[in-house]
């Protein structure tokens, strides 16, 4: 879901967090070592020390001694960063992020994964102003219920009434109707809602779409192969599925060319499905037409 104008994921990789690099640490520990041990030896030369070739044999004391050490540096240095990376809400997880989150007043729902975690706290940054954002509307209205997926706030044109498209996470994304009561009493609240706004909550997904096509298995394929072709399908939508995704034929296709599969001719929908930013599409039935074998 987009939250922001900036994808926090896409940002640079902050400075402060090392790459780390085992043999760089290896290999200083012997640079440090021979010019320790080759300043000894010139300036005792009674002692009639040899000169040192520490990384001649794996046995060599040394040599376990500084690997060890170096081994040691790295783990050392992964802490700090770890340590680092639980600061950053592009990073933080777990408890981390919900002490993160919890100095900006919001608090991890039951059940509540980190990556929706994350955006809500984004949400509430952007959302503080008492002017009614959408920010705003959209934090409250996915703090409501763990059932809602994502939720766009808009208007039409120059009505003043706010429209709120609620998308849950139920299989086919359609918002019930006591989801829909409980997020549109969190957003009537008097706390949240400003006194000269109308807002309006309904279902974000407005079109059940059934797949038909044609199909033609390779000639050593079961006919199982179009039953998970059809679960790929369902499966990959249910992942890639967001409020204002078009559902295009090349798209949905590609997702039907399994292993198994020689080729697939679309019958329905007969073009791209496209809709608006306030809608989300959901797949009603899948049906796969048996044609035959071909290679």
């Known amino acids: 879901m987009s939250t922001s104008a900036i994808d926090i994921t896409k940002l640079p990789a902050p400075r402060v967090i090392e790459e780390l690099n085992y043999e760089a640490y290896r290999t200083r520990g012997i640079q440090e070592f021979v010019a320790v041990w080759e300043t000894v030896r010139a300036e005792n030369p009674s002692l009639g020390l040899p000169s040192y070739t520490v990384d001649a044999l794996e046995t060599d004391p040394f040599v376990i001694l500084n690997e060890a050490e170096s081994y040691r540096e790295t783990l050392l240095r992964a802490r700090v960063n770890a340590a680092l990376r639980a600061t950053l809400l592009a990073f933080a997880k777990g408890s981390d992020l919900d002490h993160l989150a919890a100095f900006y007043d919001v608090s991890r ?3 509540e994964l980190d990556d929706r975690l994350v955006d809500r706290v984004i949400l509430a940054i952007q959302g503080r102003s008492t002017g009614g954002t959408e920010p705003r509307y959209k934090f409250i209205a996915m703090s409501a219920d763990i059932r809602v997926q994502d939720a766009i706030v808009y208007t039409v044109g120059r009505s003043p009434l706010i429209h709120v498209a609620v998308f849950s996470t139920a299989p086919d994304g359609v918002a019930s109707a006591d989801l829909l009561e409980i997020v549109n009493a969190a957003l009537q609240d008097p706390a949240v809602r400003m006194v000269n706004d109308t807002i309006v909550v309904a279902s974000a997904v407005k079109q059940v779409i059934d797949v038909v ?6 000639p050593d394929a079961d006919v ?3 039953d998970r072709a059809a679960d790929n399908l369902r499966a990959a939508w249910s992942s890639a599925r967001s409020l204002g ?3 295009t034929t090349s798209w949905w296709m590609a ?3 399994i292993a ?3 080729r697939v001719k679309p019958i329905a ?12 599409i959901s797949i009603g039935t899948i049906t796969l037409n048996n044609r035959g074998r071909a290679y």
């Open 260 to 262: 198994g599969i020689h």
């Open 269 to 280: 929908p007969s073009a791209d499905v496209v809709v608006v930013p306030s809608e989300s």
């Open 255 to 257: 997702q039907l060319m």
């Open 109 to 111: 729902m039951i059940g």
């Open 245 to 247: 995704r078009d559902f």
């Open 224 to 226: 199982a192969t179009l």
């Open 213 to 218: 096509v044609d199909a033609w298995l390779l």
